[in-house]
């Protein structure tokens, strides 16, 4: 089979996480069609020592623990095929990405400049912290999902994961829907119905079940960047 467009390699401490989401609907499609290669590293499989300690206690003393950097690099350099003296060039010729609310905020352009590279590494880290090493000397952005605190990277890098990989030519089989998802610039979707035609009194619009495909095109954008003028005013800048 051909090389894959995309290329993520995914560092965590729970790999477990990820079994599921990646293994349903498109996720599981784009790998099948060996358009995406993902895979999910387990931080602790790279820790040293008879207990592979991935975290330890913070210098300087307060709560919490952060996990530490050697495992993190160890499993980055190893897997991308580099050692530790090439982390320069490493960094250079890969995204290695950091999960992190302080990060760059995840949307759709960020998504499109992501979805153009070959290959992403995405790093997993637990909200109490991860040492500062691993986001100054390894990590070459860092990625927030959002204004909020979640318990660690791992849903965020799916959520990453997915924005992505939907945008990989040929992952959705049908090219018109990340057309339509981006029509006008806007990310919003028409509303939409399916049957029955009247449901519980409340009908669908009669210009959707006119059969006339120009008027619907026309009642779509109109209806979609009213909902965005309406919904999300912010999208329109
Ligand atoms: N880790 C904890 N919160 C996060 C967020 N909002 N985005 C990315 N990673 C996180």
């Not at 996480?17 to 290669?37: C, N, T, W, Y």
């Not at 991935?54 to 991308?80: N, Y």
Request: glycine letters at 8%; proline letters at 5%.
């Amino acid at each position: 089979m051909d090389e894959p467009r995309l290329r993520i390699d995914i560092f965590s401490i729970f790999p477990q996480m990820f079994d599921s989401p990646l293994r349903e609907s498109i996720l599981k499609r784009a790998q099948e069609k060996g358009l995406v290669h993902i895979q999910v590293h387990d931080i602790r499989a790279y820790a040293e020592g008879k207990h592979r300690q991935v975290d330890d206690a913070p210098f300087g003393g307060g709560p919490g623990m952060v996990m530490k950097p050697e495992p993190i690099f160890a499993a980055v350099t190893q897997t991308l095929g580099y050692s530790l003296e090439e982390l320069e060039r490493l960094r250079r010729e890969a995204r290695i990405i950091l999960l992190d609310p302080a990060g760059r905020k995840l949307d759709q352009e960020l998504a499109r400049e992501l979805g153009a590279e070959r290959r992403l590494a995405l790093i997993c880290g637990r909200y109490e912290g991860v040492d500062e090493r691993v986001r100054e000397r390894l990590a070459t952005d860092a990625v927030s999902i959002g204004d909020y605190v979640i318990s660690g990277g791992e849903l965020a890098a799916l959520v990453l994961t997915d924005a992505v990989v939907r945008l990989v030519p040929g992952v959705l089989s049908n090219i018109e829907s990340v057309e339509d998802e981006s029509f006008g610039a806007y990310l919003l979707k028409y509303p939409r119905y399916t049957r029955p035609r009247d449901f519980r009194g409340w009908k669908v619009p009669e210009v959707l079940v006119s059969g006339n495909h120009q008027e619907v095109e026309l009642w779509r954008r109109n209806a979609a960047s009213e909902r965005v003028a309406k919904l999300r005013p912010d999208l329109t800048r």
